[in-house]
């Protein structure tokens, strides 16, 4: 069984709370979740991968635990484990890895259509879905 720690982002709880969401989602894995978004950080990992889901924060904002996130982040990637990004969360991992974040200007909220390329289609990740899947984005 594969243990995946969620970094907590946002900051709803409850049935809103997207890190329960995918918890749910990912019920034959054992799924941890620490509150990055209440300073609350893992103190190891002893994981097999990690998610970050989104935040009504940005990654510029001058909060600590998002300057702390960018830390962890940059300490994930040089373990080579797996990390997946949602909303802000990718948007964390490309910024903690040199990348720039920039807005869009303006949001969309809805399902759009998304293909997986030939290197997608070998990612562990995606093992099982199809190259063309549904997906909801906001």
């Known amino acids: 069984m594969k243990k995946i720690l969620i970094l907590d982002a946002d900051y709803d709880t409850g049935w809103e709370s ?3 969401m995918i918890k749910q989602i990912l019920k034959n894995s ?20 990690f998610i970050i889901n989104g935040s009504w924060d940005s ?12 830390v962890l982040v940059r300490k994930i990637h040089n373990s ?8 802000f969360g990718y948007q964390i991992i490309a910024y903690a ?7 869009a200007g303006s949001h969309y909220f809805g399902y759009s259509n998304f293909y997986l390329t030939k290197k997608g289609a070998r990612d562990k990740l995606f093992i099982g879905l199809k190259k063309k899947f549904v997906c909801f984005e906001t």
Not at 80 to 87: A, D, R
């Open 59 to 70: 990654v510029y904002d001058n909060k600590a635990w998002i300057k702390k996130l960018v």
């Open 30 to 49: 054992e799924v941890c979740i620490s509150r990055v978004c209440e300073n609350k950080f893992p103190t190891s990992l002893d994981y097999d991968g």
């Open 18 to 20: 997207t890190a329960l």
């Open 97 to 103: 890895l040199g990348g720039t974040v920039v807005s």
């Open 80 to 87: 080579g484990k797996p990390l997946f990004g949602i909303c």
